[in-house]
C-alpha cells in the first residue's frame, strides 16, 4: 500500500536561491455551494489576467473545492484547465442532476446513502474524461478519508515524478473527495495491493488551507514566506440550540453531525493560520448565505439563483481586499513546481 505520509517521495524540491513567497490556494467543501468559490475565484482570475494555475505555486481542494481546484489545475478541457466561469456553468447545469430527489428520498436517508452515485459519477467523466492527475499544471493537493486505515488520505500531484503508481485518473479523485457521507456511498478504490474506502475529505478538513501550508512547506522547504487565499462556501450560520439538540440519538445526530464536524474543523483553521508565523492568510467567505440556503444539495432554480447573486454581492463588497491580493499574486510564483517542471515566472497583464 502506497504510504500517504506528507512527505515528497522524492517529488523535486524548490530552487533554494529563489525563495520568493510561496503561493496557495484552499477551496472548502460544501457541495451546491461551490458556485460561490467559483464566483470569487473568476473575479481574481479576470483581475488577473491569466490562469489561476500559472500564479499558484499549489492549489487545494477538499469535496466540491476538489473539483474546482481539479478543474483549474489539470489539462482536463482539450489540454487546458477549465475556467472559473466554465466550471460555475458545470454546478449550474448539472447540480440538479447529482442531486435528484424523489418522493422516496427521505425515507431512503434512513438507512441508505441520500443518492445514488451514478449520477455523479457520469457527470465527472463527462467534464474530465480520461485525465490523469499526472496532468496538473501546478501541484495539487487534495483531500480525502480512508475508512479502512482509518487515516487521512492526500491525492498528491507532485508525488507521481518519483512514484508513477501514484498517479490516478481524475474522475478517481473527485468522486473520492466529494463522498461525503449520508449523502453519497464511499469510492472503493482498488489498484493491486492498495485497497481503499475513501470519503469526503471534509470530514476531517474542509477548509484545506491548513493541510495545504503545512504541504507547501514540506514541498518548498527554503521558503519564509507563504501567501495563503483561502475560498469558502458561505457560513452557515444555522446555529443548534441546547433545547433542539438535547434529546438527539443517533437519527437527530444524522442529519446534522456531517456540517458541524466541517464547521467547525474550518473554524480552527482560520485561528490557527491567523497567528502562523511567515503566513499571510486572507480567508474569503460569506458570513450570511441569506438569502441563498445552507444547505449542500439545495438545487432549486432559485436557490441556485441566490447563491450566484449573493457571492457577486459579496465580491462588489471586497473589491479594495481583492485588490491587495492580485497585487500580491502578481509578483509571480515562487520557484519551480515539483512535479510539472521548471515554470516561467508569471507576468502581470
Known sequence: MVSNNPDLAGASKRDPGSPGTVKVLAIDGGGIRGIIPAVILSEIQKRLGTDLYKVFDLISGTSTGGIIALG??????????YSPDELLEFYVQSGPAIFKKNFLTPEKELILPKYSPDSLEATLEKFFGATELAAALTPLLISSYDLQSQLPFFFKSHRIAAQANYNWRVVSVARATSAAPTFFPPLHLVRGAEDYALVDGGVYVNNPSMAAFAEARSIYPDATRFLVVSAGTGNRQDQIPFSKAKDWGLIGWAKEIVPVFMDSVSEAVDFELNVMP??????????DLQPASNDMDDVTPENLENLQAVARRYVASISADLDAICA????????????VGRAAAFTPS
Open 72 to 81: 483549474i489545475g489539470t489539462r482536463c478541457h482539450g489540454g487546458q484547465p
Open 278 to 287: 511567515g503566513c499571510k492568510y486572507y480567508r474569503l467567505q460569506i458570513e
Open 328 to 339: 500580491q499574486l502578481k509578483e509571480g510564483r515562487g520557484g519551480d513546481m515539483p512535479g
